[in-house]
């Protein structure tokens, strides 16, 4: 039972535009949401978070946004640059459990010039 | 600071054998999570160390298990290794359990592959 899902496996966007991810959840008890970049070779480093009390956090040229009645989110980034070329993933926590991330099966974005 | 690292890189074993793989926490940190990532998968829990217990398991049977030393260094050992146990293994550390949510740092991971 996928808990968390990330339904785009890949998603190429032009340098300079928008950048949509999106992630949906079904696990009503998350309340935590973060969002975690990979690139080869390397582990998944933490781009941006958002706690369940709020819709929307910005951070820099990122920007998440939390629909909890529709249990989605998505993470905005603009202007889109080559080096965002990367895998994406969504990951939820619930209270008590804050070690333990659920995650999504990822996005792979490719920025083109 | 020094992040986290995992060693070895890459391991090769062989069906029915045991497996040792190593993390390193980021300094300061004291709790530990392992995951396991199948290819084209993310990454699944497995289990999370505090001050050198178990505390929180996800959905793996008990052939895998783990330390966490007082330095807060960790160990994942998976006995009678299986054809699916070929994955990526990923340590994550984060400064306090109990403290409120902060995220977790991940190391670069283990690549086992199992014949």
């Known amino acids: 039972d996928q808990q968390v899902k990330q339904n785009s496996p890949s998603l190429s966007v032009q340098e300079g535009r928008i950048s949509i991810l999106n992630c949906d959840y079904t696990n009503s008890m998350f309340d935590y949401f973060l969002w975690y970049k990979k690139y080869p070779a390397e582990g998944p480093t933490f781009l941006i978070s958002?706690?369940?009390?709020?819709d929307k956090n910005e951070d820099g040229r990122f920007t998440v946004f939390l629909n909890k009645s529709a249990k989605h989110l998505s993470l905005h980034i603009v202007p889109s640059q080559p080096g965002d070329s990367a895998v994406y993933f969504c990951a939820a926590s619930g209270t008590g459990t804050a070690s333990k991330l659920t995650f999504g099966t990822g996005t792979r974005l490719q920025v083109t010039l | 600071e020094t992040g986290v690292t995992q060693s070895p890189t890459h391991l090769i074993k062989t069906r029915g054998q045991q497996v040792t793989l190593r993390c390193s926490s980021q300094?300061?940190?004291?709790?530990v999570s392992w995951y396991q990532q199948a290819l084209g998968q993310g990454p699944q829990f497995i289990f999370q160390y505090y001050r050198e217990e178990e505390n929180g398991r996800g959905n793996f049977p008990p052939r895998f298990s783990g330390l966490q030393f007082p330095n807060y260094s960790s160990e994942l050992n998976v006995n009678a290794l299986e054809l699916d146990d070929s994955a990526l293994y990923l340590c994550?550390?984060?400064?306090?359990?109990?403290?409120?949510?902060?995220?977790?740092?991940f190391g670069p991971g283990t690549r086992l592959t199992v014949l």
């Open positions: 958002i706690s369940s009390i709020k």
């Open positions: 300094s300061g940190h004291n709790t």
């Open positions: 994550a550390s984060r400064l306090d359990r109990v403290l409120s949510y902060n995220e977790q740092f």
